[in-house]
């Protein structure tokens, strides 16, 4: 039988995603936001391989404010031949637009079964209650490799919030803008961690 705060808890990780700043959940203390939670991230999710290559966005609303200083995405298969890794955080319109708001410098050194862990260009202020996407574009001839991901219904996963989406377009770079008319209903969304 869960408390009240153990719901609470529970509400609170899982919010489309994310655990709240400093606030500990399932047993676990943490200082930052996962864009959803671990345990429920079972498959994997396959990046788009090439140059250019599609991308793929997870949603999330932090609870409490975070001045976001590093990135991270788990990696189950690491790309090989990567010319390009970046990650990026992206502020959503009213209308489902999405603007680059942070992001990171290019680094292609990639491990199977580890965190891509990487620092923001510049520290970002995530505000609590406000709607954000995030991204990872990986360039390369070979495998862009394997994130760890949680399986959504695509037509429930559009529903307001959105939970996940898909570039209609390719890119070589991670996109400074990119339209709600670009974007897809999408069946997985990514976990990735920001921290500070």
């Given amino acids: ?36 939670p671990r345990w429920v991230c079972d498959q994997g999710l396959n990046l788009q391989a090439g140059s250019p290559a599609g991308i793929y966005f997870s949603y999330f609303t932090p609870q409490s404010n975070l001045l976001c200083g590093n990135v991270a995405t788990f990696f189950s298969t690491a790309p090989t031949s990567a010319t390009l890794g970046r990650m990026g955080i992206y502020s959503v319109a009213g209308n489902g637009d999405l603007t680059l708001v ?80 670009n974007l897809l209903t999408f069946g997985q969304a990514g976990h990735h961690l920001l921290t500070t």
């Fill in 1 to 36: 039988m869960r408390t009240p705060r153990q719901w609470a808890t529970r509400l609170r990780a899982g919010a489309g995603g994310s655990a709240s700043a400093s606030y500990p959940y399932a047993g676990h203390d943490m200082t930052g936001v996962e864009t959803f």
């Fill in 102 to 181: 942070a992001s990171t410098a290019n680094n292609t050194t990639f491990t199977s079964n580890a965190l891509y862990q990487r620092p923001l260009t510049t520290p970002y202020q995530l505000v609590a209650g406000t709607r954000y996407a995030f991204t990872i574009l990986v360039i390369t001839g070979g495998s862009a490799g394997t994130c760890r991901a949680c399986a959504l219904y695509p037509q429930m996963a559009a529903l307001s919030p959105r939970l996940s989406s898909q570039s209609t377009l390719q890119y070589t770079d991670l996109p400074a803008s990119v339209t709600n008319a």
